[in-house]
Every structure is written in structure tokens, then in C-alpha cells.
């Protein structure tokens, strides 16, 4: 389930490259290609901008298109409205608890 690239607003743009800077160690929350929170941990390694959207690289454990990072090291990223929706949907609407 791979989603069309969202530009990234400069806001996050900036958190990244500051973390970059930093060579901050830590985790980094996104949705995968299957629509799923996952996890990386690492340090940034790189920024890359490819016709396919933004990219952290991550050392050791991978890479991460940036409109589908929830949180940057405890920071929000492009995607973290869209988690919140996520995580405060209805479980009697998706097919979790009878109520």
C-alpha cells in the first residue's frame, strides 16, 4: 500500500536536518508501505531528494520517506496528525468492541 509522496513543510524540514547536525541517536516512528506504525533506531545519516519524495537515512537500520514520519526522536513529524487520527479511531467502528 505505497502512498503518493506529500510535500513536507519546512518546519519538519528543519527538524531534520538539525537532528542530522546533531548526530542525534535515537528512534524514529513512521507508517511502513503496509500502512503499519514501525520503528527505526539510528542516527541520521543522510537527507536524500529523489523524484520518489525526501529520505532520512538512517545508520544502521534504514531509510524513511519524511511525509510518513510520525515522530523524530520524541519530536512530531510530517505524519503525526495522521497517527493521531489513527490512534483515536472508534475500535466499536473498526471492528473492535461490541458496545
Known amino acids: 500500500m505505497k ?3 506529500m510535500p513536507v513543510q519546512w518546519v519538519y524540514r528543519e527538524v531534520i536536518a538539525e537532528q542530522l547536525e546533531k548526530q542525534t541517536k535515537g528512534k524514529v516512528f513512521f507508517f511502513n508501505d503496509s500502512g503499519e506504525v514501525d520503528e527505526f ?6 537527507v536524500e531528494e529523489t523524484e520518489d519524495g525526501l529520505f532520512v537515512v538512517l ?3 534504514g531509510r524513511v520517506r519524511a ?7 520524541g ?6 496528525d495522521e497517527y493521531d487520527a489513527y490512534a483515536n479511531q472508534c ?4 471492528g473492535g468492541y461490541d458496545v
Open 59 to 61: 545508520d544502521p537500520e
Open 75 to 80: 519530536k512530531p513529524g510530517a505524519a503525526y
Open 91 to 94: 475500535l466499536a467502528c473498526t
Open 41 to 46: 533506531k539510528g542516527v541520521i545519516r543522510a
Open 67 to 73: 511525509d510518513r514520519i510520525i515522530t523524530l526522536f
Open 3 to 5: 502512498t503518493s509522496y
